[in-house]
């Protein structure tokens, strides 16, 4: 199999052809991947998202990894929705960092009707700054799909989490068909669809292909494909999982980045635990994407100013995105930022 041969966009993956991907050897996978990532992207750049939660904790549902479940006792402190005037200042904030796209995540079963309008609310507001705007609210009917993208969210997020012979053991209060059927609400809308998955929480490495299988084959790829690697947290059933092989980790990056050649591929969760090495491996591998923030949710990730630090120590730059300004003030400063990155400032901050 040659890479050439993987660089258009297929969505027929069978099982088998993936399981092979994974099984090649090691640098002739991560050489592969790399082919096939600068066919289509700058290997020198990563897209810098940052993450806020827009609501924490007693979430109704069961998944196994996640400290925001009410279901487990994890010590987190809950919260209501947050003041549309918090969540714009945690964008302003974010945007002055560096972020091109700012997500936010409710740990809900789906949105309520009486929380509709706050959250377009934010939508609205936090596009008028020039960010990209990303909600992850969990299930959607085609009705609230329709009204985020009418306020104009670009992105909604969505995970398979794993396959679909895996799932029962991960989550077992919403289906994969409630999943897939949201994914479907969202492009009929016409959002763009950020959907990954978590490895690490004990699924084998067919399991790992089916994940990816899935996403392929979908009828669009997802525009972003988070990878996640399982953060164990006391008081989650999985708190306890033995960890993944490290290169079974960036095997899953890499084969992601085959199978999905035009999509972003996001080293999200767990970066705090992976080494400087390993996240270089990761961005060899097709990975052009993180999250730069100091908080996923509610679990840790790498402080913003070491992640700028890595970038600048490995020659990689933060993505510029084609954004619209609400002023002129706003056009002046990106045109600022861009010759900073120019100049080879790429956006470092001292004051971080
Ligand atoms: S992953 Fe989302 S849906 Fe599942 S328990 Fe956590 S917040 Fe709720």
Known sequence: MTAASHASLRHDWTRQEVLDLFALPFNDLLFEAQVVHRQNFNPNQVQLSTLLSIKTGACPEDCKYCPQ????????EKEKLLELQKVVEEARAAKASGASRFCMGAAWRSPRDKDMPAVLDMIREVKSLGLETCMTLGMLDEGQAQQLADAGLDYYNHNLDTSPEYYGEIITTRTY?????????????????????????????SDRAGLLTQLANLPQHPESVPINMLVKIKGTPLAEQDDIDPFDFIRTIAVARIMMPESYVRLSAGREEMNEQMQALAFMAGANSIFYCEKLLTTPNPKANSDMALLQRLGITPEQREIRHTSEEQEAALLQEVENQRAGQAFYNAAL
Not at 69 to 76: A, I, K
Not at 177 to 193: C, E, F, I, S
Request: glycine share 18%; charged share 25%; hydrophobic share 30%.
């Open 177 to 205: 068909q409630d999943r897939l059927d949201t994914l479907d609400n969202v492009r009929r809308a016409g959002m763009k669809v950020c959907c990954g998955g978590i490895v690490g929480m004990g699924e084998d490495a």
């Open 69 to 76: 479940s009410g279901l487990y006792d994890t010590g987190l």
